[in-house]
């Protein structure tokens, strides 16, 4: 096989059948442009969906840290937030409350273990659920 040059005609190291016609031309940069056109919008199409998955996997992931922050603390809501139904929902706090075998009442975050009869009380953060001292009660 000849070793290329420039004057080498294209039909040295092509097959005939790869020709246009079988005519022996030289490599089209006309066509070879087009084609470095084409691949790079197909480039640039991907890199732009790239760049929106990460722009819609980061916006959807902070959106997600802010609820979970909340869900965990919501104690700490913003007030326009904690005046809607979702917000009120949040901040309430379950407890159980019981009497022991020495008649001693005990309000827990957790229902009793033994099978204990207890009664479940719902309450908002601002609400007291410790009884008031005797001095006070009058």
């Known amino acids: 096989m000849p070793q290329p040059s420039s004057l080498t005609p294209v039909s040295a190291f092509w097959p005939k059948h790869q020709l246009t016609e079988g005519k022996t031309t030289h490599w089209d940069a ?36 802010v609820a979970g922050y909340y869900y965990l603390h919501p104690e ?31 309000i827990t975050d957790q229902p009793p ?9 719902t309450y908002t953060p601002d609400t007291n659920v410790l009884p008031l001292p005797p001095k006070l009660q009058q």
Do not use: C
Request: net charge positive; charged share 25%; aromatic share 12%.
């Open 76 to 106: 700490e809501l913003p007030a326009w937030a904690a005046r809607t139904e979702m917000g009120r929902d949040l901040q309430r706090i379950t407890v159980y409350r019981w009497q022991d075998a020495a008649g001693r009442w005990h």
């Open 30 to 65: 006309a066509a070879h442009e087009g084609r470095n056109a084409m691949i790079h919008r197909l480039e640039r199409r991907r890199s732009r969906w790239k760049a929106r998955f990460i722009w819609t996997f980061l916006i959807l992931g902070s959106a997600g840290g």
């Open 113 to 121: 273990a033994g099978g204990a009869p207890y009664q479940t009380e």
